[in-house]
């Protein structure tokens, strides 16, 4: 039997990763969502992002939907802050923690964030000043950790160099975004045994897009490598705009379901939490993505 770690933290990414590829939907029906998220347990959630409203409109809300929901001392809320700029306004919007983002491929680093990874790693220095003096925490992503839609394969050395960039920065957790969906566990396991070397698991989240559908099942191989933080999207919300053909995060319902047949905590609500997923997604006009919550409808409605 693997050794698997005894509780898992899920960082609820659903209404900024999520939200920021569906089609617009009103900031009243963002803040119900978070609201929900919290009601159903979770206790890390991404609620939105503080970049240029050009690149990315539908995050424009962000200040809104954070200032909107009903706050509670023990839900941590992160936001993206690509630059000093963005880290400013999420200081000023009380967010916890903010969440700094790269890549391991200079093509996608290029059109996600209109700079070099080393231009990156600059423009995060000011950032990471700005959260030390206000004592909140910064979490850092490495985007195309296998794989990337402009560069294609990607090698774990090109992935251990810039988390290593970012843990030096004062980051106290790495995120390892594979933001097309291309991994398979092998990968996985080859990336993880390279990091594990240097890192320790502490530090290391998941971040698995489900495009082909194989985001479980990396993340039961890293659950048996000891990485106990996962990150996950409600109903599977969501992309990558700079990804094309990136689908949604793994969702959260199917990492729960997981996690409790696994004898894991996490301390989630499932059946909540599968309901504020079909209340969004009624708002967006889609069907969840996620099967345990199409199974648990199911079962409601009958
Ligand atoms: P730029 O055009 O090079 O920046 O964009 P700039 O400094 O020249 O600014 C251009 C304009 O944006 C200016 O406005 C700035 O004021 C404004 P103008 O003078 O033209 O009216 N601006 C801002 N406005 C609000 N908030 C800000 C901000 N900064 C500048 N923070 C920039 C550079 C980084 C801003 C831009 O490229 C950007 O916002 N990119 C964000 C892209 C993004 O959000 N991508 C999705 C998230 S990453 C992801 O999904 C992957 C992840 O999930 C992990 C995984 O799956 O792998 C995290
Ligand atoms: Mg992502």
Known sequence: ????????????????????????????????????????????????????????????????????????????????TPNLKGAELALENQVDEFAIFTAASEAFTQKNINCTIEQSIERFRPVVDLAQKNNIKVRGYVSCVVGCPYQGAVQPEQVLAVCKQLLSLGCYEISLGDTIGVGTPKKVQQLLTLLLQHIPADKLAVHFHDTYGQALTNIHTALQMGIATVDSAVAGLGGCPYAKGASGNVATEDVVYLLQGLGIECGIDLERLAKAGWTICDALGKTPSSKVSLALKQTCQS
């Open 1 to 80: 039997m693997a050794d698997y770690p005894a509780r898992v933290k899920i960082v609820e990414v659903g209404a900024r990763d999520g939200l920021q590829n569906e089609v617009s939907v009103a900031t009243e029906a963002k803040i119900a969502l978070v609201n929900a998220l919290k009601d159903a347990g979770l206790k890390h959630i991404e609620a939105g992002a503080f970049v240029s409203p050009k690149w990315v409109p539908q995050m424009a809300d962000s200040a809104a939907v954070i200032q909107g929901f009903t706050r509670s001392d023990d839900v941590e809320i992160s936001a993206l």
